[in-house]
């Protein structure tokens, strides 16, 4: 994981970059936290990469999961789960 986190200054920076190419996508203190609570632990720098990106070829606004570097690690279950369908030869 990065040791440079998120804060929620960048994501207000990040949701009125949206904004700007996306009108319909509103900046309020809500969505700042909400994003802020599912984007703290992503670097400010690789998120705001591929927000431009996103932009330049996407016609509607991005989500979280569009914008985030790093991933969730996996759950033991889903961990278990792929071990058996691996074994299963699936």
Known sequence: MSSTLMTK???AELL????DIYPNVH???SRIDTWHALLK???PAAVMKKAEEYVLVNTFPP???DLITVKPEKTR???EHE???A???G
Not at 16 to 19: A, E, G, H, I, L
């Open 16 to 19: 009125k970059f949206v904004n």
């Open 87 to 89: 074994e299963m030869g």
């Open 63 to 65: 989500s979280v999961a």
């Open 27 to 29: 900046l309020t203190q």
């Open 9 to 11: 200054r960048q994501v």
């Open 77 to 79: 279950d889903q961990i």
């Open 83 to 85: 071990k058996m369908l």
């Open 41 to 43: 632990d992503q670097n």
